[in-house]
Nanobody, 126 residues
Framework: QVQLVESGGGLVQAGGSLRLSCAAS????????MGWFRQAPGKEREIVAA????????FYAGSVKGRFTISRDNAKNTVYLQMNSLKPEDTALYYC???????????????????WGQGTQVTVSS
């Protein structure tokens, strides 16, 4: 089992930055692909970014490419999402999730992720 706890969300003006953190339990954290998802009110949950266990592979949704950066520190069992140049449309509840598969493949989907955190709210004002 994996437990995930997100933090770092908040209210920021358009153009600002936030850094989300996801602290994970478990001794096998480094073997998990990790992802960030978000869900806005009335919208379906969508993938934002993902990173392989070693950090050697990353994926970004087109809407955040060039603005967001996913990274991980396996020694700290933590994955991060650095969000720059935030836009109002980035407003959502952001979830951290873990994929227990050891391989990396595309495309990624919600169904790939077996473990989820409780979410952290990001609100970007215009």
């Amino acid at each position: 089992q994996v437990q995930l706890v997100e933090s770092g969300g908040g209210l920021v003006q358009a153009g600002g930055s936030l850094r989300l953190s996801c602290a994970a339990s478990g001794r096998t954290f480094s073997s998990y692909n990790m992802g960030w998802f978000r869900q806005a009110p009335g919208k379906e949950r969508e993938i934002v970014a993902a990173i392989s266990g070693s950090g050697g592979n990353t994926f970004y949704a087109g809407s955040v490419k060039g603005r967001f950066t996913i990274s991980r520190d396996n020694a700290k069992n933590t994955v991060y999402l650095q969000m720059n140049s935030l836009k109002p449309e980035d407003t959502a509840l952001y979830y951290c999730a873990a994929d227990r598969r050891t391989s990396w493949s595309l495309p990624l989907s919600l169904n790939d992720y077996a473990y989820w955190g409780q979410g952290t709210q990001v609100t970007v004002s215009s």
